[in-house]
């Protein structure tokens, strides 16, 4: 597992396939209405639970984009980094995930295209041992780092 690079991200050049890191993300009550309220999704099976209990989760769970958003997060701050910017991705659920789950992301580098700049990534988040989504993701990667100011 590698971790955010001292700069911020890593260029092009410093990637090749197989490099991963991951991230463990606490999913709160207070995460699921901020969720809400950022992305206008009120519907009930994430916010009441009442109404979460007669449906087939059998409770309350986190919206499915949230816990996609921790990928993000891996993406954009350890890897590939700062700078780098989300072209696509495919994503599959497979387990619900509830409050005070911890979501562990891992993003794997599947491919590096430097003609292109870009990279494909392999998207995973597991609760405890169980895969809860997975997809892949296509990035564009900065080239060359901006020289320091000063």
Do not use: W
């Not at 993000?72 to 700062?82: D, N």
């Amino acid at each position: 597992m590698v971790t955010q690079h001292p700069s911020g991200g890593y260029i092009l050049d410093e990637l090749h396939a197989g490099m991963a890191a991951e991230k463990l993300v606490h999913v709160t009550e207070a995460r699921i209405r901020q969720f809400a309220e950022a992305s206008d999704d009120f519907n009930p099976v994430h916010l009441d639970e009442a109404f979460a209990s007669r449906t087939a989760y059998r409770g309350r769970i986190a919206h499915g984009l949230l816990s996609a958003s921790f990928g993000s997060a891996v993406v954009g701050t350890i890897l590939p980094g700062a700078g780098s910017i989300y072209i696509s991705q495919t994503l599959a659920f497979h387990l619900p995930v509830r409050i005070d789950d911890t979501v562990r992301i891992v993003i794997t580098v599947i491919s590096v295209d430097q003609e292109s700049a870009r990279t494909e990534l392999k998207c995973e988040g597991f609760v405890g041992d169980n895969l809860i989504m997975d997809g892949v993701a296509v990035v564009r990667v900065p080239r060359r780092r901006k020289p320091a100011k000063g």
